[in-house]
């Protein structure tokens, strides 16, 4: 069992920056798939960045350039850097986690954290 616990969010101007971070409990983070979700209210969750156990990264279009996932495995957390913020960025944030145990695919996610963008 992984748990997630963000943090970070908040409100910011147009333009500004916020960074999220997301610990996770247990010992084998260094394992697990990363990623950071957002959802708008009345809409499913959209990938917005993820990071694999490898390094390997992706982003959505609509954050490249602006955002930045990075591990920092020691300490078992993952962060998400947010530049030159939006007001369509405002949206709750969830951090996911992801790993396959023998064959198993497993996933947790947090409680969300609220990151509203003023224009």
């Known amino acids: 069992q992984v748990q997630l616990v963000e943090s970070g969010g908040g409100l910011v101007q147009a333009g500004g920056s916020l960074r999220l971070s997301c610990a996770a409990s247990?010992?084998?983070?260094?394992?697990?798939?990363m990623g950071w979700y957002r959802q708008y209210p009345g809409k499913q969750r959209e990938l917005v960045a993820a990071?694999?156990?490898?390094?390997?990264?992706n982003y959505a279009d609509s954050v490249k350039g602006r955002f930045t996932i990075s591990r920092d495995n020691p300490k078992n957390t993952v962060y998400l850097q947010m530049n030159s913020l939006k007001p369509e960025d405002t949206a709750v944030y969830y951090c996911?986690?992801?790993?396959?145990?023998?064959?198993?695919?497993?996933?947790?996610w947090g409680q969300g954290t609220q990151v509203t963008v003023s224009s």
């Open positions: 990071l694999t156990s490898g390094g390997s990264t």
């Open positions: 247990g010992s084998i983070f260094s394992s697990l798939a």
């Open positions: 996911n986690a992801i790993i396959v145990l023998l064959g198993v695919r497993h996933g947790y």
